[in-house]
C-alpha cells in the first residue's frame, strides 16, 4: 500500500504546546528505560541534572556565572545562524567563524590590553572579533552570488582552515603565553586575564556577567529587525522564493552578501564575549557552538525567542555533563537517539495510516469524482462522511457538478430550440421560393404577394434570431460596449411606441401609450441600446401576452429611497407568468413553459444593457393578469 503524508496547516496552539510536552515527556522516559538498563536511577540522575544545571554544579563549573558562559556563545551564535537559514543560506562554518572572531579578539587583548583602558580594551575585541568572522564569512556569500559555489561546502572546509590556524598559533607564538594543560584533552592555551575581562554586574550571590544582557539586547534587536524592518521583509522574501524577490526588483545579492555578513559578524562577537569572559584562549574555544547553534537554530525554527529557551536548555546538558565525559557517553545518547527514532517511526507509521484513511482516501474520492466530471458526468454527486474540511470541499464539488450539469441541459435545450426556431422559416422560405420559381409568369399575382411577404416577414426572423446570437456571443466575450451620449429618453421611447404600435394592430394588438406631464431630464445612455431593449420587451408582451389583446407602455419620473429615476413600464394582458417561472426568465437560454417562439436569450441580453446603464430591470404579474416589466434608470444629480 502507498502513501504519504502531508502537512496539514492550522494546529491550534494547544495542540502544538500539548505536542511538544508530550516529546518530553516521552524522551524522559525513554531516557529513563535506558539508565535504568545501564543501573542508574533515572530520577536521581534527574533531580541532579536540573538542580545542579540551575543552582551551580560545584564539581564542574563551581557557580552558575560558569553555566552563563555556556549560555551566551550558544544562544548569540543560533541567533546568528538563523539570520541566515531564514534566507535559505545554509551556514555550516560557525565554529571557523567563531574561531576566527575569537583569534581577532585575543590579538587586541594582547596588543592593546597592556595600554588601553579596559573599557576601550573590550570594545576594540567585540569590533574585531565581528569584523575578522563577518570577512570570513562574506568570503563565502561573494563565492556563492558571484560564481554559485555551495555554501554548504565551503563552510565546512574553512572550519578546518580556521581550526589548523588557531592550532598554529598555539604551536608557533611563543609571546602569546600558549601554556599546556595536563588534564585537558586538548592542551594549547593562551592567557591574557591579566589585562581585561568582561565585568560582571552584581546581583545575588553569583552575579551577572554583562555579556548576557548584550545577549539578550541583540536578540530582541534581532527580532526587531527581521520583523518589522525593509531588510527584515527581504531576507523572508529571499527565503521564500529568489525568482519572486527578483522579480519584485529586490537586489538578491547584495541581500545575500549583506545577511551572511552581519550573520558572521554576531557569531564573531558570541566569541569576543567568549573569550573575554574567560580571559583565555584555546584550541577547544569553540565548545563546539558552532555545530550545536545549527541545532538550535532549526529546533527553534528560526524564531528568536524560542532560541533563547532551547539554548537554556541545551546549555544545562553541556552544564552538568563536562566534555571529558561527554565522550564516554557518546554510546549512551547513540542508543537513546535510536530508541527515539525507532518510537518516531512507528509514530508516524501509524499517524500515516490514520491520514490515509481519514484525508487521503477521501480526498482520492474527491479526485476521482472531480475526473468523472471533467468527462462529461455531469451531475454526479459524492456522498458526504465527514463535517470537516472534506466535508466542505464535498459540498463544493457536489454543487459545481449539479450548476454544470444544469447548464449542460440548458444549453442542449438552446441549441435544441433554436435549430427548430432557424428551421421554421428556413422551410417556409424554401417552399415558397421553390412555389414561385415553379409557377413562373403564370403565378397569380395576389399569390406572389403572399409569398413574398411570407418570405420576407420569415427572414426578418432569422435576421432577429441571429442578431440576438451575435449579442448573446459579444456578452460572453466581453466585447458588449455602450454608446453613451446626453439623451431625450421619452422622446426615444415614444418613437419606439409608435413605430411597434402600427406592426402589432395588423396582428390585432392595440398597443396604448399612457402620456403624461412628468419633467423627464436627458439622462446619458446609449439610444440604439436602450431601443433594442424596449423593442425587445414589447415583442415579448406580443409573443408571450398578445392574447390579451392588448399592451399599455408609459414612462414616467419617480422618486424611491432618495433616488430619482426614470421608470419604463410595458404590460400585457396575457395570462401572466407562472409563479416558479418568475425567478427564472431572464437566465439564458430559458423559455419556460411558453409556446411562442425565441430563443430565450432576449430577456438576458436587455438585462445586461439595463445594467451597464445602472439600471435595474424587473418582470412581475400584474393585479388583474398580464405581465409587467419595469427598468429603472438612476438621473444623475444635476
Known amino acids: 500500500m502507498r502513501f504519504h503524508v502531508v502537512k496539514r496547516d492550522g494546529c491550534p496552539l494547544w495542540k502544538k504546546l500539548g505536542l511538544y510536552v508530550l516529546a518530553v515527556l516521552a524522551a524522559l522516559v525513554l531516557g529513563g528505560v535506558v539508565l535504568l538498563a545501564l543501573g542508574v536511577n533515572p530520577l536521581a540522575y534527574y533531580s541532579r541534572m536540573f538542580t545542579m544545571g540551575m543552582v551551580g554544579n560545584k564539581i564542574a563549573y563551581k557557580t552558575f556565572e560558569n553555566y552563563l558562559k555556556v549560555f551566551v556563545p550558544l544562544a548569540l551564535t543560533s541567533v546568528a545562524l538563523s539570520l541566515a537559514f531564514k534566507m535559505r543560506f545554509w551556514n555550516i562554518g560557525g565554529e571557523g567563524q567563531f574561531i576566527l572572531g575569537a583569534v581577532a579578539a585575543t590579538t587586541v587583548a594582547f596588543k592593546l590590553g597592556p595600554v588601553l583602558p579596559s573599557a576601550a580594551t573590550l570594545l576594540l575585541m567585540c569590533l574585531a572579533g565581528m569584523l575578522a568572522a563577518g570577512v570570513y564569512g562574506a568570503i563565502v556569500a561573494v563565492l556563492k552570488v558571484k560564481f554559485g559555489t555551495n555554501e554548504t561546502l565551503m563552510t565546512l572546509m574553512l572550519n578546518y582552515v580556521a581550526l589548523y590556524f588557531v592550532t598554529f598559533l598555539g604551536e608557533t607564538q611563543a609571546d602569546w603565553n600558549f601554556y599546556l594543560d595536563k588534564t585537558s584533552a586538548r592542551p594549547i592555551f593562551a592567557t591574557f586575564s591579566q589585562y581585561v575581562s568582561f565585568p560582571r554586574i552584581p546581583i545575588g550571590k553569583f552575579g551577572l556577567n554583562v555579556c548576557v544582557i548584550l545577549t539578550f539586547l541583540i536578540g530582541i534587536l534581532v527580532y526587531v529587525y527581521l520583523k518589522y524592518t525593509k531588510h527584515g521583509y527581504e531576507i523572508?522574501?529571499?527565503?521564500?522564493?529568489?525568482?519572486?524577490?527578483?522579480?519584485?526588483?529586490?537586489?538578491?545579492?547584495?541581500?545575500?552578501?549583506?545577511?551572511?555578513?552581519?550573520?558572521?559578524?554576531?557569531?564573531?562577537?558570541?566569541?569576543a564575549f567568549k573569550v573575554g569572559t574567560a580571559g583565555v584562549l584555546a584550541t577547544a574555544i569553540t565548545d563546539d557552538v558552532g555545530w550545536t547553534g545549527i541545532i538550535v537554530a532549526w529546533l527553534s525554527k528560526m524564531n528568536t525567542a524560542a532560541i533563547f529557551v532551547v539554548s537554556a536548555l541545551i546549555g544545562v546538558l553541556r552544564y552538568v555533563t563536562s566534555l571529558r565525559r561527554a565522550d564516554r557517553q557518546i554510546m549512551l545518547f547513540s542508543l537513546c537517539a535510536a530508541l527515539v527514532g525507532l518510537i518516531v517511526l512507528l509514530v508516524v507509521y501509524v499517524s500515516g495510516r490514520y491520514f490515509v484513511k481519514s484525508i487521503l482516501v477521501p480526498v482520492q474520492e474527491l479526485t476521482a469524482t472531480a475526473k468523472r466530471i471533467s468527462a462529461g458526468s455531469y451531475g454526479v454527486q459524492i456522498p458526504r462522511k465527514s463535517d470537516d474540511e472534506i466535508g466542505e470541499l464535498t459540498d463544493t464539488i457536489n454543487e459545481m457538478s449539479e450548476k454544470i450539469s444544469r447548464a449542460e441541459k440548458m444549453q442542449s435545450e438552446f441549441v435544441s430550440s433554436v435549430s427548430h426556431e432557424l428551421r421554421t422559416p428556413l422551410t417556409a422560405i424554401s417552399g415558397w421560393s421553390e412555389t414561385l420559381l415553379s409557377a413562373g409568369a403564370g403565378v397569380d399575382s395576389a399569390e406572389a404577394r403572399r409569398g413574398l411577404s411570407i418570405i420576407q416577414r420569415e427572414a426578418a426572423r432569422l435576421t432577429d434570431m441571429v442578431e440576438e446570437l451575435l449579442e448573446f456571443t459579444r456578452l460572453q466575450d466581453g466585447r458588449f460596449t455602450l454608446n453613451v451620449v446626453p439623451c431625450d429618453l421619452r422622446t426615444e421611447f415614444e418613437d419606439t411606441v409608435f413605430m411597434y404600435g402600427s406592426r402589432l394592430r395588423q396582428e390585432g394588438i392595440v398597443l396604448d401609450y399612457l402620456e403624461n406631464?412628468?419633467?423627464?431630464?436627458?439622462?446619458?445612455?446609449?439610444?440604439?441600446?436602450?431601443?433594442?431593449?424596449?423593442?425587445?420587451?414589447?415583442?415579448?408582451?406580443?409573443?408571450?401576452?398578445?392574447?390579451?389583446?392588448?399592451?399599455?407602455?408609459?414612462?414616467?419620473?419617480?422618486?424611491?429611497?432618495?433616488?430619482?429615476?426614470?421608470?419604463?413600464?410595458?404590460?400585457?394582458?396575457?395570462?401572466?407568468?407562472?409563479?416558479?417561472?418568475?425567478?427564472?426568465?431572464?437566465?439564458?437560454?430559458?423559455?419556460?413553459?411558453?409556446?411562442?417562439?425565441?430563443?430565450?436569450?432576449?430577456?438576458?441580453?436587455?438585462?445586461?444593457?439595463?445594467?451597464?446603464?445602472?439600471?435595474v430591470l424587473d418582470i412581475a404579474n400584474a393585479e388583474g393578469g398580464g405581465a409587467v416589466v419595469t427598468i429603472r434608470l438612476p438621473i444623475a444629480e444635476q
Open 236 to 271: 523572508a522574501v529571499v527565503g521564500d522564493s529568489v525568482g519572486t524577490a527578483r522579480y519584485a526588483g529586490m537586489k538578491v545579492d547584495r541581500i545575500v552578501l549583506r545577511t551572511v555578513f552581519l550573520s558572521a559578524c554576531l557569531i564573531g562577537l558570541a566569541a
Open 517 to 615: 406631464d412628468d419633467d423627464i431630464p436627458e439622462i446619458p445612455c446609449d439610444p440604439a441600446r436602450m431601443k433594442q431593449v424596449f423593442l425587445n420587451i414589447l415583442d415579448n408582451a406580443a409573443k408571450h401576452g398578445g392574447e390579451g389583446g392588448r399592451i399599455t407602455a408609459e414612462i414616467c419620473r419617480e422618486n424611491a429611497d432618495g433616488q430619482d429615476s426614470v421608470v419604463i413600464r410595458i404590460r400585457d394582458f396575457g395570462p401572466g407568468i407562472p409563479e416558479e417561472e418568475l425567478p427564472l426568465v431572464k437566465k439564458k437560454f430559458y423559455k419556460g413553459a411558453s409556446k411562442a417562439r425565441g430563443s430565450g436569450i432576449g430577456l438576458a441580453v436587455c438585462e445586461e444593457i439595463v445594467t451597464m446603464h445602472n439600471g
